[in-house]
């Protein structure tokens, strides 16, 4: 029996996130974790080997940014997937990873599935 992949779905638009996380539970082939909390995806980020997939959003509000989320998440695990995700055009990300995939808002289910697959695969080259 396969593992399931860990996704963390991180955005502090409640409703965005919510969504989100249903719709990765649905395809049941992953595990989900949602938050809205910058401090709340540290923490389950520090746990070793414990996220696949990071789904975050570019800004969050009161909080640092989503950017940094994925700088933390590269340094604790290098075979991270990034999915970075924002209402603003891509050009506010290109300061993002290298590995990250962007998809902006808002995106549809095949979408996100394509985008996690092509951040999976990205993190093979790294």
């Not at 989503?66 to 997937?81: Q, S």
């Not at 970075?84 to 902006?104: G, H, M, N, T, V």
Request: proline fraction near 2%; charged fraction near 25%; aromatic fraction near 6%.
């Amino acid at each position: 029996m396969n593992k399931k992949r860990i996704v963390l779905v991180v955005d502090d638009e409640h409703s965005v996130m919510e969504t989100t996380v249903a719709f990765l539970e649905n395809v049941r082939v992953f595990q989900v974790i949602g938050t809205s909390s910058f401090e709340c995806a540290a923490t389950h980020l520090a746990a070793p080997g414990c996220i696949d997939v990071l789904v975050c959003d570019y800004r969050l509000w009161r909080a640092r940014s989503g950017l940094e989320l994925c700088e933390i998440a590269v340094a604790l695990n290098a075979a991270v997937a990034i999915v970075l995700i924002s209402a603003e055009s891509s050009d506010e990300a290109k300061s993002r990873p290298q590995r990250a995939i962007f998809l902006r808002k808002p995106f549809g289910r095949v979408e996100l599935l394509h985008g996690i697959k092509a951040a999976t695969l990205r993190t093979k080259d790294v």
